[in-house]
């Protein structure tokens, strides 16, 4: 392992500092970040490449058994130039040497007066930071190279987020907020009126509404006769006498 080396000023990128993430599918799980270089600090640049050299030299005797790769991969790219894919890299690496740096182990996280830094919004993609770096030979599966380890990290200023997002308080301007029950000052932009939220209502129990009840519907009946009254037969008159006949008639 090299000696550790700061880089005094540099742009972040893709900052991974509080929570580990692979790289890739089905890699380990890492801190790390990219970190943007401006190719004018050739001090710094030179420092990189004098630990990337002291890193060769011990994997050499050591890593490597005494059989170093002839063209080891190392993770400081020429912004200028393409990404190991091959595709030209981002408009914000112009002009600029690209590290992308990383560790197992949790970086320290440091703000301007080297107090530990919490709220990890405070540290994004954008913003300018010393990085503190050393370099080490590695031989995993059967890839050789000089990795970079990141050690820590020590946020400097603001700058423009990167990834498209857009500072809002740079097309804002400060409103003064009058007191509660006083005017507006004179000049102040007026408010905007904002109704008071309704107070809370606590849910109603629902009346109690019996079942209506259903009644029962009559039945259709089918037609059924009425058997005739009894009537009697009718009375036989004799018609020799013109009388009733009164039991059998003999003839008849």
């Known amino acids: 392992m090299s000696e550790p080396v700061v880089i005094t000023k540099a742009r972040i990128s893709y900052p991974n500092l509080f929570t580990p ?19 004018s600090a050739a001090d710094t640049k030179a420092r990189l490449d004098a630990a990337a050299n002291q890193a060769y030299q011990e994997g050499t005797n050591g890593t490597w058994n005494g059989n170093p790769p002839p063209n080891p991969s190392l993770t400081l790219y020429d912004g200028d130039g393409y990404t190991p894919k091959g595709e ?9 040497w690209v590290l992308r740096a990383s560790s197992m182990n949790p970086p320290q996280v440091l703000d301007a007066t080297c107090k530990p830094i919490t709220n990890q919004t405070d540290v994004y ?16 599966a059967g ?11 020590q946020k400097l200023t603001d700058g423009e987020p990167l990834g498209g ?13 009058p007191a509660f029950g006083q005017p507006p000052q004179p000049g102040a932009t007026p408010q905007a009126y904002q109704p008071a939220p309704p107070a809370f209502q606590p849910p109603q ?16 009946q089918s037609y059924q006769p009425q058997a005739p009254a009894y ?11 013109g009388r009733p006949v009164v039991g059998p008639v003999m003839g008849m």
Do not use: M
């Open 21 to 39: 993430k692979p790289a890739f599918a089905g890699g380990d799980p890492k801190y790390s970040l990219t970190a943007l270089i401006p190719k």
């Open 88 to 96: 030209a890299w981002g408009d914000e690496c112009k002009g600029h």
């Open 125 to 140: 993609a954008g913003c300018y930071a010393s990085v503190l770096v050393h370099f080490y030979a590695y031989n995993t």
């Open 143 to 153: 890839n050789r190279g000089i990795g970079c380890g990141l050690d820590g990290i």
């Open 165 to 177: 997002k857009v500072d809002a308080k740079k097309y804002f301007t400060p409103q003064a907020q």
């Open 205 to 220: 129990a629902p009346t109690y509404q019996p079942a209506p009840q259903a009644y029962p519907q009559p039945q259709p």
């Open 231 to 241: 009537q009697p037969a009718p009375t036989q008159i004799d018609p020799i006498t």
